[in-house]
């Protein structure tokens, strides 16, 4: 049975990450608890970093307001 999204500990984590993680439990659900802990840790390092959510900051760099080459 799959887990839900919470469970993987991503509940308040941005739609994209969601969206990423739920994809990726269809495949392999030990696979997508180790992402979702790595990419909670990115999520959160981004907005202390950058004091941006993770999907503004995707959004931004897909229209191209930032260059994935110019964040630092």
């Keep these: 049975m799959s887990k839900s999204i919470t469970s993987f500990g991503i509940g308040g984590s941005s739609v994209a990450l969601q969206k990423f993680i739920r994809n990726v439990s269809i495949q392999n659900e ?6 979702s802990s790595r990419l909670s840790n990115f999520q959160k390092f981004v907005e202390e970093k950058y004091r ?16 994935a080459y110019d964040v630092k």
């Design 30 to 35: 030990n696979t997508a608890v180790q992402y």
């Design 52 to 67: 941006v959510h993770l999907d503004d900051l995707l959004h931004k760099l897909n229209i191209g307001e930032w260059s």
